[in-house]
């Protein structure tokens, strides 16, 4: 009878992240889902300053600010099914518009943005991050927990002090193998790109 108990409090939890759910607010900060940790989440982003930070919580959270409050277009869709979740954040102002996204630090991600500043920190899954213009700023921890890392720049600066890397000019890259379980891909069309 314990086990029993047990297997349907475990199922009964599963199903609480497990349902699906799509929002879109127009205007509207914070926007908010729930979210297992331990899932993947895709990302297109507009071009704005954005910062991706992992939490504690099984939620993702979208909120903004604009220092001249010109947000009222700023469209926020939300869908989740399951481990996966889609995010889209358009219509920013383009004026010091600041982006806030929280996730389950134990999300993989898939980030896409085409340009502004872009700071991903305190994230442990696989990142797969896009800028075509500006600046990416990654924190990633210990080399040691990556299986595969891949990163570059077409032209501009590539600074990795993790992995001993630093170079800056046109058509800049590296690549590692180690023994971790986890991937990084990093590009940066124009910019600059740290890995920290």
């Known amino acids: 009878m314990r086990t029993f108990l047990l297997l349907l409090l475990t199922f009964n939890t599963a199903l609480l992240f497990a349902q699906d759910a799509r ?23 507009c071009s704005s300053g954005i910062e991706v930070i992992g939490k504690d919580e099984g939620i993702l959270r979208v909120s903004y600010s604009s220092r001249h409050r010109n947000d009222e277009d700023v469209r926020v869709r939300v869908r989740v099914s399951g481990d996966q979740a889609d995010l889209r954040v358009t219509r920013c102002p383009h004026n010091n518009f600041q982006v ?12 896409r943005m085409f340009a502004g500043e ?3 920190r305190g994230v442990t899954g696989d990142k797969d991050v896009e800028l ?8 990633v921890g210990e080399p040691s927990e990556y299986a595969r890392v891949e990163a570059s720049v077409n032209s501009g600066e590539l600074d990795a002090p993790p992995f001993d890397v ?10 590692r193998s180690g023994p971790g379980k986890y991937r990084v891909y990093a590009h940066v069309g124009a910019g600059e790109l740290d890995l920290r």
């Open 23 to 45: 929002i879109e607010e127009i205007g509207k900060s914070p926007v908010e889902a729930k979210f297992a940790p331990g899932g993947r989440v895709r990302m297109e982003l």
């Open 100 to 111: 806030t996204i929280e996730v389950p630090k134990s999300s993989s991600l898939y980030v």
């Open 118 to 120: 872009l700071n991903v």
């Open 132 to 139: 075509h213009f500006g600046q990416l700023t990654m924190e």
């Open 166 to 175: 630093n170079k800056g000019g046109i058509f800049r890259s590296f690549e």
